[in-house]
């Protein structure tokens, strides 16, 4: 239960067995081709797709090599070690960063973005982290930011590491010109394939502007796949098997079920920890639904409660990051996650509760088997 690498279906394993091809042969090509065009589907968009063989980071630091030049205005919100260390990122690459702090487990009111444009001039993009995985706080407007940097001329980047496949991101509808995620999240297939869409404005911007980078220079992926539907480095075979699998199982299941399905889980998931005695950390309305991160009760050690619920009830959770370790315990409720992992792990935890001397105030599980029946 863990917020990545999360469980991977059998089908998905299995699609590693697949013997080795050349990935400069046909075999290639048309499971490469698959994959863009099945990527395209659950990004919900036309644009341009490019598949590395990174994890996350490397698709974060694509969107910024091939973006970001010395001196360039980047507006960024920031509320935790993921938004930090991308905001972190883009100062590296000599852009200038207008980072926009608010608490962790918090979101700024839209209103600080709009301010942001109108007081500073030649903005160049508006970078989000739309699941800020360390703190499970999701930024829920942010269906509203690409009209307000098409307006200002900026492009619209958003890291959607772990949540893309778990909840709503229409990237075209949204107008989001650079979209990210990693294999090993809500999409439930292993570690190592980081996929990125790229709107037609900025794969113009990167033409022109190539980046010095050799492996993350995107303009050598869309010359590699315009002309030969290839990528222009080897690729991890077996993973992209595994990623096509995981892609067919997104389309059978069908996008719309499953965000409902992450969103009943989750429901469940905050509602049965609260029953228990937990409160959330992140503040109403801007709670993930893919990642559930709850402040630890008084009594309850960080160290001893995940030993023991991984040792006694094999179950893994997550703890805190910097600030908030061992204040919160995070749990990974993406990709497969289902009505049988809400239930085993509410019942792991408040059996630990019990052993560590600290029960749960009601019964938690009663509360999320009510949503989870619904
Ligand atoms: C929001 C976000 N961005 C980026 C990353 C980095 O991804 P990776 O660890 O796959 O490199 C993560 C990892 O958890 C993440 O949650």
């Known amino acids: ?134 703190t499970g706080t999701t930024l829920r407007y942010l269906s509203k930011l690409g009209d307000i940097c098409k307006s200002h001329g900026a492009f619209f980047v958003v890291d959607a590491v772990s949540i893309l496949g778990g909840d709503e991101l229409p990237v075209d509808k949204w107008n989001v010109d650079i979209c990210f995620t990693a294999t090993q999240k809500a999409l439930a297939a292993p570690p190592g394939i980081a996929p990125i869409s790229i709107s037609k404005e900025a794969k113009k911007y990167m033409i022109e502007n190539p980046p010095p980078s050799q492996y993350l220079n995107l303009k050598r992926y869309f010359k590699y796949y315009n002309e030969n539907y290839e990528t222009p480095f080897t690729p991890a075979i077996s993973l992209f098997y595994a990623y096509q699998e995981a892609l067919n199982i997104i389309i059978e299941e069908g996008l719309e079920n499953r965000i409902k399905r992450h969103t009943r889980c989750a429901n469940a998931f905050y509602s049965g920890l609260e029953a228990l005695g937990y409160t959330p950390f992140a503040e109403p309305g801007s709670r993930s639904n893919v990642v559930i991160a709850v402040k630890y009760l008084t009594g309850i050690d960080d160290k001893k409660f995940r030993e023991l619920i991984s040792t006694k009830f094999k179950v893994l959770l997550a703890g805190g990051f910097g600030e908030l370790k061992g204040k919160v315990f995070r749990v990974g409720s993406m990709g497969e996650v289902s009505s049988y992992h809400v239930m085993r792990t509410l019942s792991a935890i408040s059996s630990s509760m019990s052993i560590l001397g600290v029960p749960p105030i009601k019964d938690g599980l009663s509360v999320a088997n009510d949503i989870l029946s619904k």
């Open 1 to 134: 239960m863990l917020p990545g690498p999360t469980n991977v279906p059998n089908r998905v394993i299995n699609a590693m067995l697949t013997p080795m091809i050349n990935h400069r042969s046909d075999d290639f090509r048309k499971l490469y081709k698959d994959i863009v065009s099945k990527t395209q589907t659950v990004f919900e968009t036309s644009n341009d797709i490019v598949v590395l063989t990174t994890s996350g980071t490397g698709a974060v630091e694509a969107s910024v090599v091939n973006l970001i030049k010395k001196d360039d205005n980047v507006i960024i919100p920031v509320n935790g070690e993921f938004s930090t260390r991308l905001a972190d990122l883009i100062d590296n690459y000599g852009g200038k960063t207008i980072r926009i702090n608010s608490p962790y487990g918090q979101n700024p009111p839209i209103e600080k973005i709009e301010e942001a444009f109108e007081n500073n001039s030649r903005i160049k993009a508006l970078y989000v982290v739309y699941n800020e995985t360390s």
